[in-house]
Nanobody
Framework: QVQLVESGGGLVQPGGSLRLSCAAS????????MGWYRQAPGKQREFVAT???????YYADSVKGRFTISRDNAKNTVYLQMSSLKPEDTAVYYC??????????WGQGTQVTVSS
């Protein structure tokens, strides 16, 4: 298991930007596929973006062109740069680590609120 701690959430106006960070500990970070998921009130948790151990990137259609996921294996950290934020991006954002298709950890979540 890997321990994950998210940070960087907050309140931002529509059109603004935020960068989320997820710091990992307890295991070999570089082997994991790291991902971001989000859950809005009354909705199921949904996929946002992932970056594999080899650096391949995948995005949900709803965030393509606005969000960028990246990882720094030297710092055991994965990032989510969010731009052109919309009210519908409001959610709790969770960091996830997966290895060979199995979940190896979830963070506690960080709240992102997009509102004027």
């Amino acid at each position: 298991q890997v321990q994950l701690v998210e940070s960087g959430g907050g309140l931002v106006q529509p059109g603004g930007s935020l960068r989320l960070s997820c710091a990992a500990s307890g295991s070999i970070f570089s082997i994991y596929t790291m991902g971001w998921y989000r859950q809005a009130p009354g909705k199921q948790r949904e996929f946002v973006a992932t970056v594999t151990s080899r650096g391949s990137l995948y995005y949900a259609d709803s965030v393509k062109g606005r969000f960028t996921i990246s990882r720094d294996n030297a710092k055991n950290t994965v990032y989510l740069q969010m731009s052109s934020l919309k009210p519908e991006d409001t959610a709790v954002y969770y960091c996830n680590a997966r290895y060979l298709g199995n979940d190896n950890g979830w963070g506690q979540g960080t709240q992102v609120t997009v509102s004027s």
